[in-house]
């Protein structure tokens, strides 16, 4: 599995565009990368994912290099309530069905007002 | 719909009891996952099961035990807690088919104390 590597704190203010960027640089051709967001008490819930280029929705945009070495997490005119742990995983779908995925330690990311 | 619901939601045990934590998603998933988390970290998978009749280890399966009751149910015993097993536990589920984004969907937690 593609090991991940992610800052452990940000902080940014209201209104700002945050980047959250991680490296994987053992990706397999196979590996999708995720990210996910997880609030204290709550189990975490996913946001992106991509393969190659740019991924865009209605929450975030996913960035990831032609060498797929690492991906950005970007997040648009942040709130308050964006404060959260982020998550960067590597892995694949096996066909049986089991998600291999490592959820390392994460993002800490704190909006101030 | 509930989507994944973890049964219970605190639970204090003495040293070598014994429990089971509960689980169900009512979103017809045919995945279903183990995992724990300890303060500040990420979470490891404890057991999976792919599909109905299946179950499998994961990253920390050692004094655990799973069962998959039937499609929507999930249950993880500990046949004798120890203190290193003190953790928030989380239950998810993900469908299984080709193409998919294979996104989990997780309950809120079941937070476990052993003294």
């Known amino acids: 599995l593609a090991k991940t590597t992610q800052p452990i704190s940000m902080d940014s203010y209201e209104g700002q565009e945050v980047n959250i960027t991680c490296s994987h640089n053992n990706i397999a051709t196979n590996d999708y990368i995720t990210w996910y967001q997880q609030f204290p008490s709550q189990g975490p819930r996913f946001i992106i994912q991509g393969y190659k280029t740019k991924v865009t929705n209605e929450v975030a945009s996913l960035f990831i290099p032609a060498d797929r070495k690492s991906s950005t997490l970007s997040l648009p005119r942040v709130s308050l309530s964006d404060t959260a742990v982020y998550y960067c995983l590597v892995g694949t779908q096996i066909s049986g069905g089991y998600n291999k995925l490592i959820f390392g330690a994460g993002t800490r990311l704190a909006v101030h007002p | ?115």
């Open chain 2, 1 to 115: 719909n509930a989507g994944v619901t973890q049964t219970p939601k605190f639970q204090v045990l003495k040293t070598g009891q014994s429990m089971t934590l509960q689980c169900a998603q009512d979103m017809n998933h045919n995945s279903m996952y183990w995992y724990r988390q300890d303060p500040g970290m990420g979470l490891r998978l404890i057991y999976y099961s792919a599909s109905e009749g299946t179950t499998d280890k994961g990253e920390v399966p050692n004094g655990y035990n799973v069962s998959r009751l039937n499609k929507r149910e999930f249950s993880l015993r500990l046949e004798s807690a120890a203190p290193s097993q003190t953790s928030v536990y989380f239950c998810a589920s993900s469908v299984r088919l080709a193409g998919d984004t294979g996104e989990l969907f997780f309950g809120e937690g079941s937070r476990l104390t052993v003294l």
